[in-house]
Each structure stands twice: as structure tokens, then as C-alpha cells.
């Protein structure tokens, strides 16, 4: 199989997923193929069923990857694997539209939703911080007709870059 993480991106990310309590290391292979299972999702971004099979059972790539997410995973990722240029920081926001089935997640599950209302339908709103080159450093969901000022603060504020 072709990797699409580059191979000095792989040993900073594995590096990384070694050293967080609860991933199974050992089979290198195994979390390698559920990382670029992942990268395949974000970059298509098809839906996890049409997931192609070489990446293995979608359901169970499902099932890790929200773990993964309520365990805050992503984050610590995100922010040990950065390079970014800080000479200038930018608030960058967009609206996403969202199914209508979506606004039927269970209340009680304790998932966090950020569903909004608007004349098009149900949306949420990403708020993004990101560096010169326009990568993203941070991150907040919202409901879609709250405006970016809003997350600002939150954004800016105690911004850290891996250990440094």
C-alpha cells in the first residue's frame, strides 16, 4: 500500500501516539494504516462508508476515531506535530451545512453539537486560527449564525506549539 503521510511526518506522529496512554504501538502497521484511513477521509472527504477497504472495516476506523475525539487525541496531535510560521496569526471562519438527520443526535450521549439554524438548513460554523502560511493552530465549532468575533478571544488566548 502507498503511504500518503510522508515517511518523517509518520515518525513524529508515531512518536507522538507512543508516548498517549491506551494506543496499542505495538503493530506499527496496523496504526499507521488507521492514521492514513483518517488522512483519506479528510482529503475525499467521502463518506465513512465509502471508505475503500484496504484502509480496513469503516465501521471500526469509525469507532477509533471518535474515541480518539472525546479523548482529545487530535488536539494534542495537532499541537505536537506544528511548525507554524507565528510571525502573523489570522481568524479565518466558515460555515458548513448539515444534513437534517444530523440535528437528531442524542442530547444525553454528552457529544458536543454545534448545530444552528438559518434560512438554508442546519449549520455549523468552524472558527480557525492559523499561521502565516495558513495552516490551522486552533479550532472552535459553533452553532452556524454566531459571528467570529465571538471566538476571538478564546482563539488567541493561551495559544501554545507543542512543548515549545
Not at 515517511?7 to 508516548?19: A, N, P, R
Not at 483518517?38 to 482529503?43: A, G, S
Request: proline share 2%; charged share 30%; glycine share 8%.
Amino acid at each position: 500500500m502507498k503511504h500518503c503521510i510522508q515517511e518523517t511526518k509518520w515518525k513524529q506522529i508515531f512518536k507522538f501516539l507512543k508516548s498517549i496512554k491506551g494506543i496499542h504501538s505495538k503493530d506499527e502497521d496496523r496504526l499507521r494504516k488507521f492514521m492514513e484511513a483518517i488522512w483519506y477521509i479528510v482529503r475525499s472527504g467521502c463518506q465513512w462508508r465509502l471508505l475503500p477497504e484496504i484502509y480496513g472495516n469503516y465501521r471500526s476506523v469509525h469507532k477509533r476515531f471518535k474515541k480518539w475525539c472525546e479523548k482529545g487525541i487530535w488536539e494534542k496531535l495537532l499541537k505536537y506535530t506544528q511548525d507554524p510560521d507565528l510571525e502573523v496569526q489570522m481568524i479565518d471562519g466558515t460555515i458548513v451545512r448539515a444534513h437534517a438527520c444530523a440535528a437528531g443526535y442524542k442530547k444525553d450521549s454528552g457529544a458536543q453539537e454545534a448545530l444552528g439554524r438559518s434560512k438554508g438548513g442546519f449549520t455549523t460554523k468552524i472558527h480557525a486560527l492559523v499561521d502565516a502560511l495558513g495552516n490551522p493552530l486552533k479550532f472552535t465549532l459553533t452553532a452556524g449564525q454566531r459571528n467570529d468575533i465571538t471566538q476571538a478571544e478564546a482563539l488567541c488566548l493561551k495559544f501554545t506549539c507543542g512543548g515549545r
